[in-house]
């Protein structure tokens, strides 16, 4: 899923307990019939996604819905949402801070095979 609007927050790193898990927020306003101001976490390696980013960019960001189940003290059932995001990019003209793990995973990749194809050229018997 995805989700476009305009920064309003870009949160600050924070860690949470002795193992270090890492949250970062972001809330977005989107640009629908009826505006909606969204709050979505970077968890762990995403959070540094959002250095790039500052209050009023307008991005697009993709997300993942989760949720969970907690029983409380009293034995009842209470249930929580969260939006995660995993990849943002900055939509504005002229900008070029697509940042996105698995994008820049496969710019490696490219990297490594056009390595290896420059070696085989220099291996042709003619």
């Known amino acids: 899923m995805e989700v ?5 927050v870009v949160g600050k790193t924070k860690e949470f307990g ?12 989107t640009e629908d019939q009826y505006p909606q101001t969204l709050l979505i976490e970077f968890v762990q390696d995403k959070c540094d996604l959002l250095n790039k980013f500052n209050k009023e960019d307008f991005v697009k960001i993709g997300i993942n819905l989760r949720g969970r189940e907690w ?27 697509a940042v996105d793990a698995h994008q820049e995973q ?21």
């Open 4 to 8: 476009t609007g305009t920064i309003l």
């Open 18 to 29: 002795s193992n270090g898990f890492r949250k970062r927020e972001l809330v977005v306003e």
């Open 71 to 97: 029983i409380n003290p009293e034995g009842e059932a209470k249930y929580f949402n969260s939006i995660q995001g995993w990849r943002i990019e900055n939509l504005e003209e002229g900008s070029d801070s």
């Open 106 to 126: 496969e710019q490696d990749t490219a990297a490594s095979i056009k390595e290896e194809e420059e070696e085989e050229d220099d291996d042709v018997p003619f």
